[in-house]
Structure formats: C-alpha cells, structure tokens
Antibody, heavy 127, light 110 residues
C-alpha cells in the first residue's frame, strides 16, 4: 500500500524559505500516469493547489505562487520536495502532498483525480 | 476567492438527501472533468467522485456526481452523522494551467 508522508520544519520565520519533503513508501514516484502535488490549507480555510511534478520533468505551478515556488524530485529516494521563498504569515497552513492519477481514455478526454494524500503537516510562519 | 463556487454550507436531517453545487466556467468545468473530495475534520481529503460521476470501489453508492455545462453537483442520499464533513470540487482550469478547487461546503447532518 503506497503511503505519503510530509516532513520538515513546523516553524519558519517571515521572509525565510519553507522547505518540505514528501516521502513515498511502498512504491516509486516514476510512472507516466502520476503527478505528484503539493496542496495547502490555511487554518479554517479551503484547499489551494500549489503545484505538481511529473517524473518526465514537467512541473506546473499555481500562478499566484509561481514566483516563489520550486517543486523538485529525488526519484531514487522516492521523495519530492517543496520550497517556498519569502514566506509571510499568509503562508501559514497545513501542507499536504498528494498523488494525482491521470487516466487517458482512448477516443475521449483525459481525466484525473487525487487518489492518495499524506496526513499533512502544519507549518507556521512566525518570528 | 475561489474560481469554482460552492455554497459555504448545507444541512439536512439523517436519512435525507442533499446536493452540493460547484459552479465554474468554460475554462474549467465546461471543458474538463470534475472530482469531489470529502474532508472529515482533522483528516486529509478523500476522493469521493472522479471523472464527473465515477466512484472509487470503496465509496458507497449513496454518493453520486453529475455535470451539466459549467456546473457540477455532488449528491448524497441516506445521510448519516458520519457524513458531516467539508466537501470540495476540483478540476483543471486552462486559464491558469493548473488545478483549481472550490471553496468548500460544510455539510451538517442535523
């Protein structure tokens, strides 16, 4: 059973860099049918997609965060990471890593969904 | 402000049916499949519906999804107290080239 686990500092100072790692156990992060994502949820608020990474090297970011975000992968260690620069209190959130499975149906459109999620890690931005 | 609009809250009595709407536009729901997620407080989201109306095998058929034009709907029948949770719709948006979520709907089973 594939499992995802987020790890990293739980307290980050304003203007510094938030760094998190997602470790995937029971499998790998290779494979054409999967994107690996970071999603966050500020306390008491909704979900916000941060970005996704594919083992081919393709990476997609939320335009509102793109200038500050980097998602990278360490395929041999079955890990992928998030770096968010110049953080402020508004970046305080529960950060999830998740797997997005993509299904190509011949003759029709492609669909996807997030089928696996980590438990999330709360990161607080405060001095 | 979310790209996809959901009602902040819905409520119904145990055993009743409820629907949750998700309204978008041609750059998202109108041209892409929708998925729905349930988030019980204190836990990670879980997929309920994918590709507009398909359920993972572990999800009971009390949960259903549909899409028409630029809107999608999640239906839940035979409500139980255990269904109390936040529900989110999600899809792709071509105008931002990324995943967008609805703002979430809190379901209360009275």
């Amino acid at each position: 059973q594939l499992q995802l686990q987020e790890s990293g500092p739980k307290l980050v100072k304003p203007s510094e860099t938030l760094s998190l790692t997602c470790s995937v156990s029971g499998g790998s992060i290779s494979g054409n049918n999967y994107y690996w994502a970071w999603i966050r949820q500020p306390p008491g608020k909704g979900l916000e997609w941060i970005g996704s990474f594919h083992s081919s090297g393709n990476t997609y970011y939320n335009p509102s965060l793109k200038s500050r975000v980097l998602i990278s992968a360490h395929t041999s260690r079955a890990q992928f990471s998030l770096r968010l620069n110049s953080v402020t209190a508004a970046d305080t959130a529960l950060y999830y890593c998740a797997r997005r499975v993509v299904v190509v149906v011949p003759g029709t459109a492609t669909y996807w969904y997030f089928d696996l999620w980590g438990r999330g890690t709360l990161v607080t931005v405060s001095s | 402000q979310s790209v996809l609009t959901q009602p902040p809250s819905v409520s119904a009595a145990p055993g009743q049916k409820v629907t949750i709407s998700c309204s978008g536009s041609s750059s998202n729901i109108g041209n892409y499949y929708v998925s729905w997620y349930q988030q019980v407080p204190g836990t990670a989201p879980k997929v309920l519906i994918f590709a507009n109306d398909k359920r993972p095998s572990v999800i009971p058929d009390r949960f259903s999804g549909s899409k028409s034009g630029t809107s999608a709907t999640l239906g839940i029948t035979g409500l139980r107290t255990g269904d109390e949770a936040d529900y989110y719709c999600a899809t792709w948006d071509s105008s931002v080239s990324g995943v967008v979520f609805g703002g979430g709907t809190r379901l209360t089973v009275l």
